[in-house]
């Protein structure tokens, strides 16, 4: 049904309504949820006429907030980009924020990364957003990857598309990957973007990622000159570090990146590791040798800065229950604590068991998941997909959190498929790389057969280098 477009900090282009779907589709008569969709129409005056969907990532991220990323990166060029708000994400009805994980989020930057008591009140935030949600009538079984892989199905019926192209990001891409599974008609083509391949995906798997993207940021700088140079033996520096800031954390009062009154942060081990793992906003790949010699030589605030950027979130926009719900039900079952201890310690032996305890970016997520007490879902859920309709797999070298090696695992299974590898960038590829932006055009023209030159003439940007404290 038609409905305003939700008022944002850049106007979304185009026009916009609501989708309302079951909340529990084994439910007869049961509760319905609503959507927020947008149709962005295509730059061209002559546009194909199978449009593109996007898929955000998270779970829990807005969809409609990428939408001036994808614009600008040209997913709009030729045909009609279709964009919609997941089920409990921002611009949805209900909106399973949970501003009480917000706050937390905010108050963490001053505290051990990883001690039990930060835990502890992570559980507490997490706890009170549940029980907050579920007074509210909300089912949270119901917010998982195979009932939001139902609502794309619905949207593109209530839409009356013969086919569409699919492109999706992050968790966006385990959605896709679900969605091909389940819903296979009408979908012409379908892009993903640093990967998570839902046969595989697991609290202990992202220990994998974060060790092959450390490792290609590493072997990048030891390829540049000037890098090597500066910066020798980035492994052994990063792990003399893990385990100093781990034994003696650092309390550091700094501005955050954004400006503003200083913030009191805490460095360990832990809090080291997960700003290396974040998305690169507050710590760009090119700048971690320097952050990482700067702080071997008693100068943490290139850190320190990094982390007073998680405080101030933006309360409210990011829906961590979409995220607990698909995590708890998704993928933390199957595993355990020692489990992911375990992973952490074959991809980075050395390292303090209290840093390697935590997976990365989900830090006591078991403990969370103990109060969410959500399903296990994985036998649904951990499935590959197998299909014949074209593919393009794309995935950054310097993604920490989906490596880029995922990309031609999924592949496998997917027999039509191009999967290329983007040298020096990080996770959400398409809107950092000219050249993914191109080959994703050539892909939408023709999905058998792109254009996938520009690749290989790409290298990493040249690392940042700092005077070096011991030769002034």
């Not at 045909?79 to 708000?85: A, G, K, T």
């Not at 800065?305 to 829906?319: M, N």
């Amino acid at each position: 049904m038609p409905a305003p477009c939700p008022d944002t900090p850049e106007p979304v282009p185009g026009r916009c309504g609501l989708l309302e779907v079951p909340e529990n589709r084994a439910r007869r008569h049961g509760r319905t949820i609503r959507l927020t969709v947008a149709v962005i129409p295509a730059a061209s005056a002559s546009p194909a006429g199978d449009p593109v969907v996007f898929m955000e990532g998270g779970p829990g991220g807005d969809a409609i907030s990428a939408i001036p990323f994808l614009i600008d990166s040209g997913v709009n060029q030729d045909r009609d980009l279709i964009v919609m708000s997941q089920r409990g994400g921002l611009h949805s009805q209900p909106n399973l924020a949970c501003p009480e994980v917000d706050r937390f989020n905010a108050a963490s930057v001053g505290l051990r990364y990883d001690a039990p008591s930060t835990g502890r009140r992570l559980v507490r935030a997490a706890k009170a957003c549940r029980d907050r949600l579920t007074a509210a009538g909300i089912d949270l079984r119901s917010y998982n990857t195979t009932e939001n892989a139902a609502d794309f199905a619905d949207l593109r019926t209530a839409l009356g598309l013969r086919r569409w192209n699919v492109y999706g990001y992050s968790y966006g891409t385990e959605l896709a990957l679900t969605y091909l599974r389940r819903h296979p008609r009408g979908i012409r083509s379908v892009a993903i973007d640093s990967v998570v391949p839902p046969q595989i995906v697991s609290l202990p798997w992202t220990w994998d990622s974060a060790r092959e993207g450390v490792g290609e940021i590493f072997a990048a700088c030891e390829a540049q000159p000037r890098c090597a140079n500066r910066y020798p033996d980035l492994p052994r520096t990063l792990t003399r570090q893990v385990r100093r800031l781990e034994a003696h954390p650092l309390s550091v009062t700094v501005p955050p990146p954004g400006g503003g009154e200083p913030v009191k942060v805490v460095l360990d081990g832990g809090a080291l590791v997960n700003l290396l793992v974040a998305d690169g906003s507050a710590l760009p790949a090119v700048d971690v040798p320097a952050a990482l010699d700067e702080l071997a030589h008693g100068n943490p605030e290139r850190l320190a800065r990094a982390r007073a950027a998680g405080a101030h979130p933006a309360v409210g926009e990011f829906a961590h229950g979409l995220t607990n719900s698909v995590a708890c039900a998704e993928w933390a079952p199957g595993f355990t604590e020692a489990d992911v201890l375990k992973a952490g310690r074959r991809a980075f032996p050395g390292w303090p068991d209290t840093v390697l305890a935590q997976p990365p970016q989900l830090p006591f997520q078991y403990d969370v998941c103990r109060v969410w007490n959500v399903p296990d879902r994985t036998a649904l859920q951990r499935v590959a997909t197998y299909s014949n309709v074209p593919t393009l797999i794309v995935s950054g070298t310097f993604d920490l959190k989906t490596g880029a090696g995922w990309g031609p695992y999924t592949g496998r299974t997917l027999p039509r498929s191009t999967a290329v590898r983007i040298p020096g960038i990080g996770h959400f590829v398409v809107p950092q790389s000219p050249c993914a932006q191109s080959v994703l055009a050539s892909f939408l023209t023709r999905p058998t057969a792109p254009d996938t030159g520009c690749v290989a003439g790409l290298e990493p940007k040249p690392f940042t280098i700092t005077p070096d404290p011991e030769s002034s």
